[in-house]
């Protein structure tokens, strides 16, 4: 059993991770690379005889360490010592990618050139002769298709023949000619070293200014940045070129020569399906149109489909719940235990976050396809021009799409989508601008507030609310690039267009279900803590003793009426004790919950047989039929259930009320006041945290008490609470400022990897949440404005500013090395050869 | 054709050849890395629908770049040999 | 005209989210059904409207209880419950499988 070390090096787009899952099966593993947020993918397999253990790199179009990419897969090389790297080629695009391939070579590790897309290079009319090119390479070269599952075991078998064969393996020389020297000299230099790696690939990457080559040698040789200038100043004033292009050149010519002796492109200049495609999608007038109608295709599917698969989840999410309440120690009465009051709390929570996964799956399926297709780096290239005014990028499109444009969305999809973005800038900014989006959770909110303030402008609000999020977005991008962000680093916007084809479904569902799993496994446990923590805030400590003893006369009273009425009653014996009245309540409530979690005929008959074995002779209460002594029972029961229901509703409020959190709400009341906001919706605010979908429910439950029996919460905070619809318009403002959830934050800092940027990003919004409400607020309450007039006034500033802004000539882009029109600059060797004499 | 054009101010649908790079740092290296060497063949496929980016066809295969980027490369129309 | 169905588009799509509306009917054997509403995350049903339809006719508006709860007369023909908490938030459950 030999262990095998497998590296899968490649450009981008050359079908990379199609190869990987070809051969390496589902056992994946994703990291990151320590330190950084870039993936890391792992797969564990055996092979005859070996165990294999294969690492996919990122893509990088070269390996010199100008990215986060190269420099990472150039640390894996030199710090975990692969057996074999295997090199993926586009065979559509080969000349571009011998690029790579020569730079693997002089690595000095034995190398596998796989041609991959063969079957996309045949339809085009494209004659390799992988032997010739082996031969010139020399090393193996299998051709390949792994959309089409072809050449997987040719692969494998390379990889194992060549790790066994590695006396006969010879050292691959790219002659550089006048370069040749000044690579000797650095080769000498360094020839003590211990290293295990190749000693002429050092040198020429160190002569390359390969920062990573050039700090591993400085460990052993402290002056080889001096010999290294010294002998880059000696080919300059020679060659009068500079050493990064010439090697360039020289890699491209070498590619060149492959090329022509290789390669018969036979429909050369014809146009491509690809090309063919382009005309459409990038036509100008189409274009537009028909990205927005993706996205909202992708709407339609992911959220509307995925909603309407919940209906199909939810119940499995209800038996569980249900299981959990059984196993929980028994409610008393109006007594519940503590364990199984946040036995349902905590459930409740994880409910709310798993009720998602149908809608995440699909739309991460979605996302799949739209990216193994290659539309995403088309979408970047039209809407770039806009993004970039604003200080992001073309390829922030998905993210803020899925954080919601329009129709709404998530934003922890939509944080995690910002893995892809090349320019650190703006995938900082679009970090922090995604959580602007339309979060769906907070629908139901403004749904409550709406349907309570603005009866008769709902659709009208609504609208405001949808669209204006894209533009205090885009405003707060812009901020943010200008001030905290100024300083970050941009990337070119230098982008491929790659050629479409077809995903693969196994690439896909696995793409999928990763993310998907990363979701559940990172957010779930934190809200879940958090969730923890929230609940003892709003238990303790409790309500008063008075009330306590309200509320146990108002049960006695109940008991009391149970029995005088059952007094005469045929089965009185059965119900005579307070605890077979306590016993049969909760077999009543297990009853009628089971009940509400069945959708089918067949399950409510299955939960009726259920009870029936449970207890024949409670069952009859339950369901009386033609007993007319059970009925009345029945009645009276139902009755009793009715009082200690309004019990604990009243407990609830006023735990709520006395509680931690409610402190804390009505502490911070004196400041939210100015945003018109009271203690009651600070503590919803508060306790929303965790899940924005249970601000509704909080919201709604303490304006609950005192209502009257049939009004809708909305009504009754309509009624009770003495706000007016400039009120509630502050609370949209707030609303919709705010960061959704814990789990967006806690995506942030993984996507950031920095718990500073997670609490910028959690109090920045906040701060802004409250001064522009407040200034809404009192701005209306001066000019008497009412709610909708307030909230278009708003809505029409922040448009006009995002125009505005859009319009604003933008500042010169900045990236390492600076923009020098008229003078002729080469590298910085070069600079500081100007500088100062040699 | 002017001898200090250059590729921004190239139309859609014609052939250039690069003359020379006048980028510096890390747009250089990432042009190099792409494929803009002296003496490569570019073409213009089109303007982005909102005119910024270009897409243009490089060693056989597609790429965008932004204008500003594009400007620093310096052209001639390309002769067919 | 366009504007408003764009609009009821965008109430549509936007309020379908975050739970699920649910019901179960118990017939009471005394010539009387009740109707238990519901949503899936637990928030309370009290005060969303409630109708009985037979033949597309409406014969019975009511709202939910303080308990989530409606009990009315059994209806002769065929006819259906109606839990009605909104757009893409209503249930509905036929008579006849409403059973003793």
Redesign the interface.
């Known amino acids: 059993m030999k262990n095998l070390k497998v590296a899968l090096a490649g450009q981008p787009n050359c079908g990379k991770s199609t190869i990987f899952n070809l051969v390496s099966g589902i056992d994946q593993h994703i990291a990151n690379y320590p330190g950084v947020t870039v993936d890391k993918k792992t797969g564990k397999f055996t092979y005859e005889n070996h165990k294999i253990e294969m690492v996919d790199l990122p893509g990088t179009?070269?390996f010199?360490s100008?990215s986060l990419e190269e420099r990472v897969a150039k640390k894996f090389i030199i710090d975990d010592n692969p057996d074999v790297i295997v090199n993926i080629l586009d065979a559509?695009?080969i000349?571009?990618n011998l690029?790579l391939t020569f730079q693997l070579l002089e690595i000095g590790m034995p190398v596998v050139v796989v041609l991959n897309m063969m079957d996309v290079a045949q339809r085009r009319g494209i004659d390799i002769d992988s032997a010739k090119i082996s031969e010139m390479l020399g090393c193996p070269v299998i051709e390949a298709s792994g959309t089409k599952n072809i050449g997987g075991e040719e692969i494998m078998k390379a990889i194992v023949d060549i790790t066994q064969d590695e006396e006969h393996y010879e050292d691959f020389k790219l002659n550089y000619e006048e370069l040749e020297p000044h690579i000797k000299t650095i080769e000498t230099k360094i020839d003590s070293s211990t290293s295990k790696l190749n000693k002429r690939w050092m040198a020429i990457k160190a002569l390359e200014g390969d920062t990573t080559i050039i700090e591993y040698l400085e460990k052993d040789f402290f002056d080889i940045k001096t010999s290294l200038k010294k002998e880059e100043d000696k080919f300059h004033s020679l060659f009068d070129k500079d050493t990064?292009?010439f090697l360039?050149?020289l890699r491209?010519d070498s590619s060149d020569i492959i090329y022509h002796k290789a390669i018969v492109?036979k429909k050369k200049g014809i146009e491509t399906l690809?090309d063919k495609i382009d005309k459409i999608i990038?036509?100008?007038?189409l274009?537009?149109p028909i990205l927005f109608a993706i996205m909202f295709m992708i709407?339609?599917l992911s959220?509307?489909g995925g909603?309407k698969l919940?209906?199909y989840t939810?119940p499995i999410?209800?038996a569980v719940k249900n299981f959990v309440i059984d196993i929980s120690p028994a409610p008393y009465l109006t007594n519940i235990p503590i364990m199984t009051d946040f036995a349902i709390w905590m459930i409740?929570s994880a409910?709310?976050l798993v009720?998602y996964v149908p809608i995440f799956f699909i739309l991460f399926i979605l996302i799949a396809i739209m990216e193994d297709v290659g539309y995403m780096?088309r979408m970047?290239?039209?809407?770039?021009?806009?993004f970039?005014k604003f200080g992001l990028h073309g390829q922030s499109t998905l993210p803020l799409v899925l954080g919601g444009a329009?129709?709404?969305g998530c934003a922890v999809p939509g944080v995690m989508a910002t893995k892809g973005i090349a320019d650190d800038r703006a995938r900082m900014a679009t970090i922090l601008t995604v959580p602007y989006m339309?979060c769906?959770?907070k629908?139901?909110f403004y749904?409550l507030l709406l349907a309570a303030f603005f009866h008769e402008s709902?659709?009208?609000m609504?609208?405001f609310i949808?669209t204006i999020t894209i533009f205090t977005a885009l405003i707060v991008a812009k901020l943010i690039t200008s001030t905290f962000l100024k300083t970050r680093?941009t990337?070119?916007?230098?982008?491929?267009?790659?050629p479409y084809h077809l995903p693969t479904i196994k690439g896909v569902i696995l793409s999928a279900s990763q993310r998907v799993w990363i979701y559940i496994y990172k957010v779930l446990t934190i809200v879940m803590a958090v969730a923890i923590v929230l609940f003892a805030m709003l238990q303790f400590p409790g309500i008063s003793n008075e009330s306590q003893i309200k509320y146990d006369r108002q049960l006695e009273k109940g008991l009391n009426t149970f029995d005088k009425k059952a007094q005469n009653n045929k089965y009185y014996k059965e119900v005579d004790t307070k605890d077979e009245i306590a016993s049969l309540l909760n077999y009543y409530d297990g009853y009628?919950a089971k009940?509400?979690?069945?959708t089918s005929?067949e399950g409510?008959?299955a939960v009726?047989n259920k009870y029936k074995t449970l207890n024949a002779s409670y069952f009859k209460f339950i369901?009386?039929?033609?007993d007319k002594e059970a009925?009345k029972i029945?009645r009276i029961l139902r009755k009793l259930?009715?009082v200690r229901?309004?019990i604990l509703r009243n407990v609830k409020n006023e735990k709520v009320e006395n509680s931690l959190l409610g402190m804390a709400g009505k502490s911070v009341e004196p400041y939210t006041e100015y945003a018109g906001f009271d203690w009651k919706i600070n503590v919803a605010f508060l306790s929303s945290f965790a899940a924005r979908?249970?601000a509704?429910?909080t919201l709604?439950?303490l304006y609950?008490n005192g209502k009257v029996?049939?009004?809708?919460?909305e009504?009754?905070m309509a009624e009770n609470s003495g706000y007016t619809s400039l009120h509630a318009v502050a609370i949209i403002i707030f609303m919709l400022l705010t960061p959704p959830c814990i789990a967006t934050m806690i995506v942030v800092k993984m996507q950031t990897n920095s718990y500073k940027w997670m609490m910028f990003a959690i109090f920045f919004p906040v701060f802004l949440g409250v001064t522009v409400s407040s200034s809404v607020f009192t701005l209306g309450t001066i000019y008497q404005w009412d709610g909708v007039e307030a909230m278009t006034y708003f809505y029409i500033c922040i448009t006009a500013l995002a125009l505005v802004l859009g319009m604003w000539p933008s500042k010169?882009?900045n990236?390492?090395?600076?923009?020098?029109?008229n003078q002729?600059?080469?590298?910085?060797y070069q600079q500081n050869l100007m500088k100062g004499g040699n | 054709m002017n001898i200090n054009q250059r590729l921004d101010s190239i139309n859609s649908g014609n052939k250039v050849t690069i003359r020379k790079l006048h980028a510096s740092g890390k747009l250089m290296h990432k042009l190099l890395d792409m494929g803009f060497i002296i003496g490569s063949n570019i073409e213009i496929v089109r303007e982005a629908p909102l005119f910024d980016p270009m897409e243009l066809k490089i060693q056989n295969y597609n790429i965008s770049l932004r204008k500003s980027e594009a400007n620093l490369i310096e052209v001639i129309k390309y002769e067919e040999s | 005209m366009i504007k408003k169905i764009i609009l009821n588009l965008l109430m549509i799509t936007s309020s379908v989210f975050a739970h699920s509306a649910i019901m179960s009917c118990f017939d009471n054997g005394d010539g009387t059904i009740t109707c238990e509403g519901g949503f899936s995350d637990g928030s309370s049903a009290s005060g969303v409207k409630f109708r009985i339809e037979e033949n597309g006719k409406v014969t019975f508006n009511a709202k939910m209880s303080e308990d989530s709860e409606v009990t009315f007369n059994k209806p002769v023909n065929d006819y259906n419950a109606v839990f009605d908490a909104g757009e893409g938030h209503q249930v509905y459950i036929k008579g006849s499988d409403i059973t003793e």
């Open positions: 179009y070269s010199s100008y559509s695009n000349k571009r690029y990064v292009s360039a050149t491209y492109d690809t990038l036509n100008r007038w274009s537009l709407y339609e959220i509307v909603y919940t209906d939810w999410l209800a409740n409910n709310a009720n780096p970047a290239f039209i809407l770039d021009r806009i970039k329009m129709v709404g339309n769906l959770a629908v139901p749904t709902m659709s009208l609504m609208f949808s680093e990337a070119p916007f230098v982008m491929e267009l790659p009628k009940r509400m979690a069945t005929k409510s008959l009726d369901k009386p039929k033609k009925k029945n259930a009715k229901n309004r979908e249970s509704v429910a709604g439950s609950e029996d049939s009004q809708r919460a009504e009754a010169t882009i990236w390492k090395g600076g923009l020098k029109k002729k600059i080469y590298n910085n």
